[in-house]
């Protein structure tokens, strides 16, 4: 079991910028590659970047490329999601997950662990 907590949500102006943070603590943080994902109201939810193992590869979704950026610290068990020039339409609930796999995958099906989410909202 891994448990996911995420942090760093809250009310920002377009332009601005956030940093959400993910902790993991029941198994060992770096065996899983992680992903961030959101879902805004109505919709469903969507992928936004994943990251592997190592951290040594990267993946994100066309809407966010450029913008944000996910990284991690094994050391620190945790996560990041560094969002800037952000966009009215990055409002959504922001999820990590995590992945027992070796590879960086976009379906969010393929993941373990999920945490509660975290806010995120962008006023124009």
């Known amino acids: 079991q891994v448990l996911l907590v995420e942090s760093g949500g809250g009310l920002v102006q377009a332009g601005g910028s956030l940093r959400l943070s993910c902790v993991a603590s029941g198994r060992t943080f770096s065996n899983y590659a992680m992903g961030w994902f959101r879902q805004a109201p109505g919709k469903e939810r969507e992928f936004v970047a994943a990251?592997?193992?190592?951290?040594?590869?990267?993946y994100y979704a066309d809407a966010v490329k450029g913008r944000f950026t996910i990284a991690r610290d094994n050391a620190k068990n945790t996560v990041y999601l560094q969002m800037n020039s952000l966009k009215p339409e990055d409002t959504a609930v922001y999820y990590c997950a995590a992945d027992d796999s070796p590879f960086v995958r976009t379906a969010s099906d393929r993941y373990d662990y999920w945490g509660q989410g975290t806010q995120v909202t962008v006023s124009s």
């Open positions: 990251i592997n193992r190592g951290g040594g590869r990267t």
